[in-house]
């Protein structure tokens, strides 16, 4: 059974501090998502990750795909108040277009504090 | 932006009645899910569709469910006489071929 174990399940941090939220498997994954939930609404994408060392940026985000493909990370500079949510990671475990269901790791929720 | 839509936002049936649980993938879109999420818990794979039949199943999705595309447009996840552990917010999700997987703002369904 393909498993992705988030850390941390919480974070609560100030304004302007950084983090990072890790995303880890033992199994390899073709791809893997990151993705933000609000409560009581669905997971909205924000970026895809598929070859491994893979680094992409989003404004003040950074994810991280590892050389293996079995892990990734999540790096926030300068959080705002507007960062605060469920942040999910998803790795697609089929190497067949018609195989490739998301698994979704535990969620890391974030808090950022004016 | 095109986006995936569901409908009821929130559905509440008693135990042993039929749900159909309703998603409008994005147009150009050939692949289809149903995900589940337990309050609290990590948001599961139930199903996915693609070529007007199933591609995998989870081990949750079993003879109480099905899935349809009636038309061009429609999506529809049946669960066939709900149980009080099928409470859970439904997400549908839809893709391109190679493209990542956009979900719907999902459906609660509450059974009591």
């Known amino acids: 059974t393909q498993l992705l174990e988030q850390s941390p399940q919480f974070l609560s941090i100030q304004e302007g501090e950084n983090l990072t939220v890790y995303c880890n498997s033992s199994?390899?994954?073709?791809?893997l998502q990151w993705y933000r939930q609000e409560p009581g609404e669905g997971p909205v994408l924000l970026v895809t990750?598929?070859?491994?060392?893979e680094v992409k940026k989003l404004k003040r985000l950074t994810f991280q795909f590892g050389d293996a493909r079995k892990d990734s990370s999540l790096h926030i500079t300068a959080a705002q108040p507007g960062d605060t949510g469920l942040y999910l990671c998803a790795g697609a475990s089929g190497w067949s277009y018609n195989t490739d269901k998301l698994i979704f790791g535990t969620g890391t929720r974030l808090q950022v504090f004016p | 932006e095109p986006e995936v839509t569901q409908t009821p936002s929130h559905q509440v049936t008693q135990m042993g009645q039929e749900v159909i649980l309703r998603c409008v993938p994005i147009s150009n879109h050939l692949y289809f899910y149903w995900y589940r999420q337990i309050l609290g818990q990590k948001v599961e794979f139930l199903v996915s569709f693609y070529n007007n039949e199933i591609s995998e199943k989870s081990e949750i999705f079993d003879d109480q469910f099905s899935v349809e595309r009636p038309d061009g447009s429609n999506f529809t996840l049946k669960i066939r006489s709900t149980k009080l552990e099928d409470s859970a917010m439904y997400f549908c999700a839809s893709r391109v071929i190679t493209g990542e997987q956009y979900f719907g703002p999902g459906t609660r369904l509450t059974v009591t």
């Open positions: 199994s390899v994954f073709s791809s």
């Open positions: 990750v598929v070859t491994g060392g």
